[in-house]
C-alpha cells in the first residue's frame, strides 16, 4: 500500500474543508421551516426534524426520545407535514389532545389508538408514514405489537417516548425491531442508541428546574397487617399460571403501600377468585387465568358459570393439593381481615400528610397520582368538603357538586395549559386527585407540585406523572413529594428481601422476566433495582445526546466547509462541499487532512454513514496500539479534537498508519459478518437462509437460472436492513414443493403492497472510508 495522494495545489486548510465535507455528506440539511400553522418551531425541534428526517430516509424508523414536555408532537407533525397520507398512532386518551394538536399545526393525519391495534384492527388504506406516540407501551409479547409490525412492514416508522427504556432492555430493543428486524434483540442498549434522537442536554428549553424529590412519612404503623401479608401461603393456581404465588403476594403488598382502599379492594378480588377455583375445585375442573380475570369482576350469577367454562381437569392427587390450597388461602385472607381491622386505619393520617401539603403550597396547583382508582376515590371521599379538590380516573370525573367532563375538569384546573379563561376562583380546582391514565400526553403546567400517594412498578412512570407539570411555560421549579409505606424502614427493608427471593423464586419457575418490585423506603429506592434501573435509563440517554452532540458538530462542519479562512491570508476561500459529492465515493481514494490537537490519534468517516476513531496516550508508550472504536463517546472526543485549525503539513507515515489501521478495521468488521458474527444475522434470517437452499435444491436444472436470480434477491436483502413486518411475513411462508414459486413469493415480500415487481436494492460494494482526519500537535 502506497503512501495516500494528498492535492499538492491545495492549502492545508483547504484539504481539511474537503475532508469534514466528506464526513457530512450523508447530513440532510435542508431548510426546515419554523413555522407549522399557529405553532413555531423552536430552533432545537427544527434540527430534531432535520435529524429524524434523515434518520427515516437512511433507515426506515427512529425514536425521538427528548424528554417530557419538550414538544415532540410537534417535531412528529412536522415530518408528517410531507407525507401523503400519515397515520398517528395513539394511546386512546390522549387521542383528542393529538387531535387538537394537528389543528393548530395544520397537518391533518389520519388516526388510530393503542387499544384498537391491541384487537387486532388495523385502518383502512395505506400509508406512507407512522407515527407512534408513547411507544414504550409496545411491550415485545403483546398483541399490538405484532399488529404494528404488519402495519409498519413497508413504511417509514417514527416512535415518540421520553422514557424508551422502562424495566428491561428488552423493551426498547422491542421498539427498534419494529424497523431494523429481530437484529436489535442482539444489541445492548448502548448499540440500540444509534436509531434514537435526542438532543443535547445543554439545549435551553425553558424547562422548569426540578427541585429534589421528599418522602412524606406518615404518623403511623400498619406494621402488623404487612406482617399478615408476607405469611401468606402459596394460593391455589390457574391451570396455566405457573408459580404464581409471588406475583399474587406482590400485588398484596402493593396495594397495601397505596392505601387501605386498595388493599381491601385487592382482597375482594382474590375472594372472587378464590370462589370460582373452589367452585370448580368441586367438578373436578381448574380455571385457565383468563378465565380468572374475567371472573374477578363479576358478581354471585357470573361466578355461578365457573364449572361450565372450565376445561382443564384435575387428577385425585392434584385435587386434595388444591383443597388444602383453598382452606389454607380462606383461612390466610380471614387472618389479614382481622389484622386489618384491629389496625388503625392509615389512610386517615395520608389524609392529613396530604393537606398539610396542600396548606404548604397554597399558591400553586397540586396534582396527585395513584395505580389504583380506589386509592384516588378513598382520598378524595375524605376531602371533597375541602375546597378546589377534583378526582378524575378512568371511568369518571367529579367534584364535590358532582360528576362533570374531563375536559371541563381539566379546564379547571389547568386553564392556561388547556387554552381557555380562567375559571371563577369558587370554581377552580387546586387539588387534581388522578390515576396514571394522566400521566402521559397531557399538558398540566398551571401545576407545580407533583405528588405520588404511591410508588409505580415502573420507575420510568415517576418521571411521567412529573412530566405533566415540568413544560415550557409553567412555574420556574417544580416539586415532587413521594408518600412513604406506612411502617419502618427496618421493617420496609426486610420485606423487600423475603419479596425479592419470591420474585426471584417466581421467574426461576415461569422462566421470564417479571415486573420491577417497587421501593418500599427511601433507603430501597436509592440503593436497590429502582434506582440501578433509572441509572440505566439515564445512562442510555446520555449515549444519546452525545449521539446528538455528533450530528450538531457535524452539522457546523457542513455549513463551514463552503466558506473558510485561510490561515495564511485573510481572504476568503469558497470550497463548495459538492466537488466531493460528484465523484463516485466508492472508488475514490479517501481525503487525508490534519488538525492541530493536544492529543494525538485520528477519526474517519465510512461510505455506510459510520465513524470509527482512534486516540493514543501521549504520556507514556503503549505497548499495544489501541483499537478503532464505534464508541459515542470517543466519537465525541475525536470530532473536537478533529475541530482545531488545520496543521501545516499531513505527516506521511501517520497517514499511511491510519489509512492502514482503518482497512484492518474493515477486514475485521467485514469477516464478522461474512462469519455470521454480526447482529443482522439473527436466528431468523439464518433459518431463512437455509430455507432458500433447500428451495433451489428443489428446483430443476432447466429452471435453476431465474431461481438462482430470485435467490441472489433474498440474500443480498437477507444482509441488509429489513422490518420486523417483513422479517416475520417471511418466515411465515408456506413451504412450497416446488422451490422456484416458494423464491418468488418470497421476494414479492420484500416489496410494498401495490409495487410487487420492484424488491428493495441491496448494495453489494465493499465498505470504504471517505476521509481520514489526523489529529495531533502541529
Not at 238 to 250: S, T, V
Not at 500 to 509: G, S, Y
Amino acid at each position: 500500500m502506497g503512501a495516500p495522494k494528498l492535492i499538492s495545489s491545495r492549502t492545508p486548510a483547504e484539504t481539511l474543508a474537503e475532508a469534514r465535507a466528506r464526513f457530512t455528506q450523508s447530513l440532510d440539511l435542508s431548510d426546515v421551516g419554523s413555522a407549522l400553522g399557529a405553532v413555531t418551531l423552536r430552533p432545537d425541534q427544527m434540527e430534531a426534524v432535520r435529524r429524524v428526517r434523515s434518520m427515516l430516509r437512511s433507515e426506515g424508523g427512529c425514536l425521538l426520545a427528548d424528554d417530557v414536555g419538550t414538544g415532540k408532537t410537534y417535531v412528529a407533525l412536522a415530518i408528517a407535514r410531507a407525507w401523503k397520507r400519515p397515520l398517528v398512532i395513539v394511546p386512546a386518551s390522549l387521542r383528542s389532545t393529538w387531535e387538537g394538536a394537528m389543528r393548530r399545526a395544520d397537518v391533518p393525519c389520519a388516526t388510530t389508538t393503542h387499544e384498537s391495534l391491541s384487537r387486532g384492527a388495523t385502518p383502512r388504506g395505506a400509508f406512507d408514514g407512522i407515527v407512534v406516540d408513547e411507544s414504550h407501551r409496545f411491550r415485545p409479547t403483546s398483541n399490538r405489537h405484532a399488529t404494528l409490525a404488519r402495519l409498519a412492514s413497508h413504511t417509514p416508522l417514527l416512535l415518540l417516548s421520553a422514557t424508551p427504556l422502562q424495566n428491561r432492555a428488552r423493551e426498547l430493543a422491542a421498539q427498534i425491531a419494529l424497523f431494523v428486524g429481530e437484529a436489535a434483540y442482539a444489541l445492548d442498549s448502548a448499540a440500540l442508541t444509534r436509531w434514537i434522537v435526542r438532543a443535547t442536554s445543554d439545549v435551553d428549553r425553558a424547562l422548569p428546574a426540578v427541585a429534589p424529590p421528599s418522602w412524606v412519612q406518615p404518623e403511623v404503623s400498619d406494621g402488623e397487617v404487612l406482617e399478615a401479608l408476607l405469611a401468606l401461603p402459596p394460593p391455589p393456581r390457574a391451570a396455566d399460571a405457573g408459580d404464581g404465588g409471588a406475583l399474587l403476594m406482590l400485588s398484596l403488598v402493593r396495594a397495601w403501600a397505596s392505601s387501605r382502599a386498595a388493599l381491601l379492594a385487592t382482597i375482594r378480588r382474590r375472594r372472587r377468585s378464590l370462589v370460582a377455583i373452589e367452585q370448580c375445585h368441586a367438578e373436578g375442573r381448574v380455571p385457565t387465568k383468563r378465565e380468572l380475570a374475567s371472573w374477578q369482576g363479576g358478581d354471585a350469577v357470573q361466578l355461578g358459570f365457573a364449572t361450565m367454562l372450565a376445561t382443564a381437569a384435575t387428577d385425585r392427587a392434584d385435587a386434595e393439593q388444591r383443597a388444602q390450597a383453598i382452606e389454607n388461602e380462606r383461612r390466610s385472607l380471614d387472618a389479614v381481615v382481622r389484622a386489618i381491622e384491629r389496625a388503625t386505619d392509615p389512610d386517615l393520617t395520608r389524609t392529613r400528610a396530604l393537606r398539610d401539603l396542600c396548606a404548604r403550597h397554597a399558591a400553586v396547583a397540586i396534582l396527585a397520582f395513584s395505580e389504583y382508582a380506589s386509592t384516588v376515590r378513598a382520598y378524595f371521599a375524605a376531602m371533597r368538603a375541602d375546597r378546589g379538590v377534583g378526582m378524575l380516573t378512568a371511568n369518571e370525573a367529579r367534584i364535590a357538586s358532582g360528576r362533570l367532563s374531563r375536559a371541563e375538569l381539566l379546564a379547571r384546573f389547568a386553564p392556561v395549559a388547556q387554552g381557555v379563561s380562567m375559571p371563577h376562583p369558587r370554581e377552580r380546582i387546586t387539588l387534581l386527585l388522578a390515576t396514571d391514565l394522566l400521566s402521559e400526553g397531557v399538558n398540566l403546567q398551571d401545576a407545580a407540585v407533583v405528588v405520588h400517594l404511591d410508588l409505580p412498578w415502573n420507575p420510568a412512570r415517576l418521571a411521567q406523572r412529573l412530566g405533566r407539570i415540568r413544560r415550557p411555560g409553567g412555574a420556574s421549579e417544580v416539586t415532587s413529594y413521594l408518600m412513604a409505606p406506612p411502617a419502618g424502614s427496618g421493617l420496609l427493608l426486610r420485606a423487600e428481601v423475603r419479596l425479592r427471593d419470591k420474585l426471584a423464586q417466581a421467574e426461576r419457575t415461569i422462566g421470564r422476566g417479571l415486573d420491577v418490585l417497587p421501593a418500599l423506603s427511601a433507603d430501597a429506592l436509592e440503593a436497590r433495582d429502582v434506582a440501578l434501573t433509572s441509572r440505566q435509563a439515564e445512562s442510555l440517554l446520555a449515549v444519546a445526546e452525545l449521539r446528538g452532540e455528533i450530528h450538531r458538530i457535524l452539522t457546523r462542519w457542513r455549513q463551514e466547509s463552503r466558506f473558510l479562512v485561510s490561515s495564511e491570508s485573510s481572504e476568503c476561500s469558497v470550497i463548495p462541499s459538492e466537488r466531493s459529492e460528484s465523484r463516485d465515493l466508492h472508488l475514490a481514494e479517501p481525503v487525508i487532512a490534519a488538525a492541530c490537537s493536544e492529543v494525538t490519534g485520528w477519526i474517519a468517516a465510512l461510505d455506510d454513514g459510520r465513524l470509527i476513531a482512534l486516540q493514543r496516550d501521549n504520556d507514556r508508550i503503549m505497548e499495544h496500539e489501541p483499537a478503532p472504536t464505534e464508541d459515542a463517546e470517543a466519537l465525541v472526543h475525536a470530532l473536537r479534537h478533529a475541530d482545531g485549525a488545520a496543521a501545516r503539513q499531513a505527516n506521511d507515515l501517520a497517514s499511511i498508519a491510519a489509512r492502514r489501521r482503518v482497512e484492518q478495521w474493515l477486514a475485521h468488521d467485514s469477516a464478522r459478518r461474512v462469519c455470521a458474527i454480526t447482529p443482522h444475522q439473527s436466528p431468523l434470517r439464518q433459518r431463512m437462509l437455509r430455507r432458500i437452499e433447500s428451495a433451489l435444491s428443489g428446483v430443476p436444472r432447466h429452471r435453476r437460472h431465474p431461481a438462482l436470480s430470485l435467490a441472489s434477491t433474498l440474500r443480498s436483502a437477507l444482509e441488509g436492513r429489513l422490518t420486523l413486518g417483513v422479517e416475520r411475513a417471511l418466515d411465515e411462508l408456506p413451504d412450497d414443493q416446488d422451490g422456484s414459486r416458494w423464491l418468488a413469493s418470497a421476494v414479492a415480500v420484500l416489496s410494498a403492497p401495490g409495487d410487487p415487481g420492484s424488491p428493495p436494492e441491496h448494495s453489494a460494494h465493499a465498505t470504504r472510508a471517505r476521509a481520514i482526519i489526523l489529529f495531533g500537535p502541529d
